[in-house]
């Protein structure tokens, strides 16, 4: 795998990448590395960012990371270890029906394909605990809503373009809301606190209670 | 009983910082902490403290505050501002032993954004993963300082402090160095960020400054970029063309391009940035 690595100001390097499957192999390598110049890691679509540490050598860096070999079939062998994370939903989205109209599916058509999805967390960001889920079925595919609402609330489950993700707290969104759950994204008492990361594999389950 | 600091008058903002929780970003937490963190760990140095140890975050002022259950030693660096202890006029940038009852005044900085209020001990709130820093954008961390918030003072360190006062800065010119890329291919013209004379937009907070200028171009303002890892110091175009600087509370990802990143050194002076006030930026 060829890799372009470009400086990030003098503190950090960005790591561009083919997709999600490959940032999600750099992020698990280059944390199992864990080179101790690293403070952070951040992945993201096609990028992961390294951040280094107080008077880390970036030239340094930048070579540790490019004498890491890393192979993205290596992802999908890890796939199938790690364990999967189950969030009942009910499918009661304000917008399930134009997600309907915009997919040419019928409601439970959508709920099916959504269900019926190995998602997978390729990132966060959004807010604490936030993950965009990828690898969903690519009729679900949608564009976020025109205008974003101004308060969605904590636990909606919303569609944009090839992510789906579930909001950890209520805040402003413009993602197409198909359903709510009652699973906490989120919980500073819990450790992780956060019930995703990158790299988890999700599975969504109708909740019809 | 334990020494406390009791909030009086919180100002406009009053924050707990320290130096930020790093290491969270893949679940969505940012590094946080001081927005000048130099600032920060002078007035730590000032009281024989760790550098690491949490102080209090003053963005223009205004804070009141009165220690009880002990005596205490407390230093004020960043932004210069007006002190009185009691009724005693006191220096900032040294540090001021403050009597049991006693009220620390902070008045309106003459220059500079942000000030800080170290106490020999640390300001002793229970950290949220590993910080005591307030995220304004995640909404973690202790809440922001109301009049009747009592914060807890940490045991004194073993150390005392090497020095008794240190010169004041100055934060009457801003010059920012910033290195090119990592998208600057996105904008037709990346000199245009050197070149132009901006100025801080009122918009300006923890998460980020705006600055007004003449604004860049970029090559394709429609075309979606794919969400990156952001970090602090990172000079954002939006389709406006108005620069972003991402100040301690910035996301974690973003979706518009980073032309340049402000040296790390150099994003402390940035979040001592007035709004209204000039800011020229320079090639690292």
Redesign the interface.
């Known amino acids: 795998m060829s890799v372009r690595i470009?400086?990030?100001?003098?503190?950090?390097l960005?790591v561009e990448l083919d997709g999600a499957a490959e940032v999600v192999a750099w992020?698990a390598a280059v944390r199992a590395a864990a080179p101790d110049e690293v403070?952070?890691?951040?992945?993201?679509?096609?990028?992961?960012?390294v951040?280094a540490r107080d008077g880390a050598d970036l030239a340094a860096l930048t070579a540790s990371l490019r004498s890491l070999r890393v192979r993205a079939a290596d992802v999908a062998a890890d796939a199938s270890r790690s364990a999967e994370v189950e969030i009942p939903v009910r499918y009661d989205g304000p917008d399930l029906r134009d997600v309907a109209r915009m997919t040419g599916l019928s409601e439970a058509q959508v709920v099916r394909a959504h269900t019926q999805s190995v998602w997978r967390v390729a990132?966060?960001?959004?807010?604490?605990?936030?993950g965009?889920l990828t690898g969903g079925d690519p009729r679900l595919h949608v564009p976020r809503r025109e205008s974003a609402r101004t308060a969605v609330p904590a636990g909606a489950v919303g569609l944009a373009g090839e992510y789906t993700g579930v909001y950890?707290?209520s805040s402003p969104g413009g993602w197409q809301l198909i359903g709510t759950t009652e699973a906490a994204m989120w919980d500073?008492c819990r450790d992780?606190?956060?019930l995703?990361?990158?790299g988890a594999v999700v599975r969504f389950v109708e909740d019809r209670s | 009983m334990t020494t406390v600091l009791e909030v009086v008058r919180s100002g406009p903002l009053a924050l707990v910082e320290d130096l930020g929780r790093?290491?969270?970003?893949?679940?969505?937490?940012g590094?946080s902490g001081a927005a000048d963190r130099s600032a920060l760990r002078l007035a730590n140095r000032l009281l024989g403290n760790g550098e690491e140890l949490a102080a209090i975050e003053v963005t223009l002022g205004g804070l009141a505050l009165v220690v009880r259950g002990g005596d205490a030693w407390v230093a004020v660096t960043g932004a210069p501002v007006p002190l009185t202890v009691g009724r005693r006029a006191a220096a900032p940038y040294a540090p001021v032993r403050v009597r049991s009852g006693e009220t620390v005044r902070l008045g309106t900085p003459t220059s500079g954004l942000r000030s800080y209020v170290g106490v020999r001990g640390g300001v002793d709130v229970p950290p949220?993963?590993g910080s005591r820093s307030r995220d304004v954008l995640?909404?973690?961390g202790p809440e922001p300082l109301a009049p009747g918030t009592v914060l807890p003072v940490g045991p004194p360190p073993q150390a005392y402090p090497r020095v008794d006062a240190v010169p004041q800065r100055a934060y009457e010119e801003i010059v920012l160095r910033v290195?090119r890329?990592?998208r600057d291919e996105m904008v037709r013209d990346p000199d245009a960020l050197v070149a132009a004379a901006w100025t801080v937009s009122p918009a300006a907070d923890r998460v980020g400054m705006r600055l007004d200028g003449r604004a860049l171009t970029l090559r394709d303002p429609h075309t979606a970029m794919?969400?990156?890892?952001?970090?602090r110091?990172?000079v954002q175009v939006p389709p406006s063309g108005q620069p972003v600087v991402f100040l301690a509370d910035h996301?974690?990802?973003?979706g518009y391009p980073?032309v340049a990143?402000?040296?790390?050194a150099d994003v402390d002076r940035a979040a001592q940035a007035r709004p209204g006030q000039r800011v020229t930026l320079r090639w690292?």
């Open positions: 470009v400086p990030y100001g003098d503190r950090a960005m992020d403070a952070d890691v951040v992945p993201a679509a096609a990028t992961l960012l951040v990132f966060g960001g959004f807010a604490p605990g936030f965009y950890p707290r500073l992780p606190p956060a995703l990361r990158p | 790093p290491g969270h970003a893949a679940i969505g937490v590094r949220v993963l995640a909404g973690i290195v890329g990592p794919p969400s990156e890892g952001a970090y110091g990172a996301p974690v990802t973003g980073v990143v402000v040296t790390d690292a």
